[in-house]
């Protein structure tokens, strides 16, 4: 390619709106840190929370997700045909967790004070176990893909080292996001007056973790059918038909909870009251019953644009339900309106779009793909009780 092919090829309509994103985003980002937070969001006292926190850390930690649960299944439950899934899971993690860090900064009132939660040591709160697991969730994320590199400039030896340390890695970073997910819906408990009870229930870390396990899986399908479309490549239809048994199950099996939690607390007569809250829990819902309808009918699941809008409406779910609790279940009790700047949009679109662009040239200089799948449709399944030989001898007759 001349360097004149070179340069068009960033030169594109889609090009251009990215290079918008980057350049406002940078122009915002100086604004924030040289100005402040009351330049560039619409945060108050009534609103201390908002989009970067809702959308930036508590969506973003948990739609990482995907990389211990990927990890879990193929390196310590067994799952090993899901293998080809794991490394790009993992790199999707660890972009998120540095991604969450950078979220956090901009809205850290004094970001300079991040690090203080390494020295000044507090046993009893909840937020200071958060920051010590998303740190070496980080670094356990950082050193499960390194191999990668290593495999790409062919660093035998340390490839050697890593192999051995590989299974106590994936069992420690289970630990870890098991401990910070669960946590974050901790976090939460101290507002019990606050928050709405749609949402605030004494098991929300129960609800976090569950939700970030169904989350995990749909986000690594939806990247895998996002990056075929924007790289390229082939895809792993029939692995994504496999794992969207596990988000079958697991967003059953989350649901199952959240209603009887519902139905126990006596909080079901909220769900019809009209109110904003109701009309955000019920859109919420919607997004995570919807998606059952394909994943548990086996023709709609063989079905790409299904299973894909499947996995996206998980996401989508999961996103709006950090939202909800975070700072849009709050907004009632405190009589206050908030709606995001522009500028706090543009950020969080703005971090979205780095995302993807390491994530690319990852992908283009790196072995993540090891696996690639030439794209069709799967074949047919074969019916219960019929193995492949009396399938083909009734396709025959």
């Known amino acids: 390619m001349s360097a004149e092919g070179g340069v068009k090829r960033y030169l594109t309509p889609g090009w251009l709106i990215v290079w918008i994103i980057l350049i406002g985003g940078a122009v915002i980002t100086f604004r924030r840190f040289a100005i402040g937070l009351g330049a560039t969001t619409n945060l108050s006292d009534g609103a201390p929370w908002g989009l970067w926190i809702g959308f930036d850390v508590f969506s973003g930690v948990a739609l990482a997700a995907g990389g211990f649960t990927m990890a879990f299944l193929v390196h310590l439950a067994g799952e090993k045909s899901l293998k080809p899934l794991v490394r790009p899971a ?3 993690a660890l972009i998120g967790y540095v991604l969450v860090i950078f979220g956090l900064l901009y809205d850290l009132g004094k970001p300079w004070n991040i690090w203080h939660a390494m020295f000044w040591i507090n046993h009893h709160s909840v937020m200071f176990e958060v920051a010590w697991c998303v740190m070496l969730y980080t670094t356990v994320l950082f050193l499960e893909f ?5 495999e790409r400039f062919r660093a035998s030896r340390a490839l050697k080292v890593m192999r051995v340390v590989a299974v106590p890695l994936y069992i420690l970073g289970v630990i870890l996001s098991t401990l910070h997910q669960s946590s974050l819906g901790s976090m939460m408990l101290i507002v019990p007056t606050k928050l709405h009870p749609l949402w605030y229930t004494p098991i929300l870390p129960l609800l976090f973790f569950l939700s970030a396990l169904t989350v995990g899986i749909a986000m690594v399908m939806t990247e895998a059918f996002i990056s075929s479309k924007l ?5 792993e239809f029939d692995l994504l038909m496999r794992l969207g048994r596990y988000l079958a199950v697991l967003n059953l099996f989350y649901l199952v909870v959240k209603f009887q939690d519902l139905v126990r607390r006596g909080a079901w007569e909220y769900v019809f009251e009209g109110s904003r ?3 955000y829990f019920i859109v919420e819902m919607l997004l995570f019953i919807l998606p059952l309808f394909i994943l548990f009918n086996h023709r709609l699941r063989r079905r790409r644009g299904f299973l894909f809008t499947s996995s996206l ?6 996103i709006l339900n950090r939202v909800n609790v975070s700072f849009s279940g709050l907004l009632g009790s405190t009589s206050t309106r908030y709606f995001p700047d522009i500028q706090e949009i543009w950020i969080s679109v703005f971090l979205v779009t780095l995302a993807g662009l390491v994530f690319g040239l990852a992908a283009r200089y790196l072995p993540i793909f090891t696996h690639e799948e030439e794209e069709g449709e799967p074949e047919p399944e074969p019916a219960r009780g019929v193995g492949p030989r009396t399938a083909r001898s009734e396709g025959s007759a």
């Not at 390194?146 to 290593?150: K, L, S």
């Not at 409406?313 to 999961?318: D, T």
Request: net charge positive; no cysteine.
């Open 90 to 92: 993992i790199l999707t």
């Open 231 to 235: 790289l390229r490549r082939g895809l």
């Open 146 to 150: 390194i191999p990668v590199v290593f």
């Open 313 to 318: 409406m998980v996401v989508l779910g999961l």
């Open 277 to 279: 809250e109701s009309i």
